[in-house]
């Protein structure tokens, strides 16, 4: 079954620090998202990204983050100066078109844990 | 900004037992969907429900959608230890945010055997 893949599983880095994350999508996708779980929280969206450009984008998604689609596979979120409460679980997910009921079904990866120091 | 209030947070029953998970809202989503979510994997989908007061069954879950539009439903019959696991509730705004998901906080669910 087609999966997304994301990388590294876990990172621990310095306050400060850039960080980039990445995922590949399920490769006919079209769509694609950021989601981020702070320990304990609920799942909260990120970005939503299409056609080489932001879609759409929470409060959370500020100055400090951007994506990006380098290569046709690959699909990055980038922190760039990370702070404490950066630490979180990043979820990437991506989906195709639209079903016929009108619902987007989202595909998700497995998570990148961000550790801050 | 929608919101998604998920009750109960944790369900500890027995084998054999049924239960029902609630999520509600004081907005109407375009369609609402349930995950199951495994220690250290992302969330995966089990169903989307689109039409208000749609039914959708699986095996021994069956999902409700409201009326309105703005709550649903799962309840578990006669539960087993597999389906331990954490449960997620998620709303479609729908329009142009397309894929952006509103999830409740999640039910933890433990079914002893």
């Known amino acids: 079954e087609p999966e997304v893949t994301q990388t590294p599983s876990h990172q621990v880095t310095q306050m400060g620090q850039e960080v980039i994350l990445r995922c590949v999508p399920i490769s006919n996708h079209l769509y694609f998202y950021w989601y981020r779980q702070i320990l304990g929280q609920k799942v909260e969206f990120l970005v939503s990204f299409y056609n080489n450009e932001i879609s759409e984008k929470s409060e959370i998604f500020d100055d400090q983050f951007s994506v990006e689609r380098p290569d046709g596979s690959n699909f990055t979120l980038k922190i760039r100066s990370t702070k404490l409460e950066d630490s979180a679980m990043y979820f990437c997910a991506s989906s195709g078109w639209r079903t016929l009921s009108g619902a987007n079904v989202l595909t998700f990866g497995a998570g990148s844990r961000l550790t801050v120091l | 900004t929608q919101l998604l209030e998920q009750s109960p947070q944790f369900l500890s029953i027995q084998e054999g037992e049924n239960l029902t998970v609630y999520c509600n809202s004081s907005?109407?989503?375009?369609?609402l969907q349930w995950y199951r979510q495994e220690p250290g994997e992302g969330p995966v989908l089990l169903v989307t429900v689109v039409t208000g007061g749609e039914v959708k069954k699986l095996k021994r879950l069956t999902f409700q959608f409201g009326d309105a539009r703005k709550d649903s439903s799962l309840h578990i019959t006669a539960a087993q230890p597999g389906d331990t696991g954490l449960y997620l509730c998620?709303?479609?705004?729908?329009?142009?945010?397309?894929?952006?998901?509103?999830f409740g906080q999640g039910t933890i669910l433990t079914v002893h055997p």
């Open positions: 998620a709303g479609a705004a729908g329009g142009t945010s397309y894929g952006k998901l509103t």
């Open positions: 907005s109407v989503f375009s369609s």
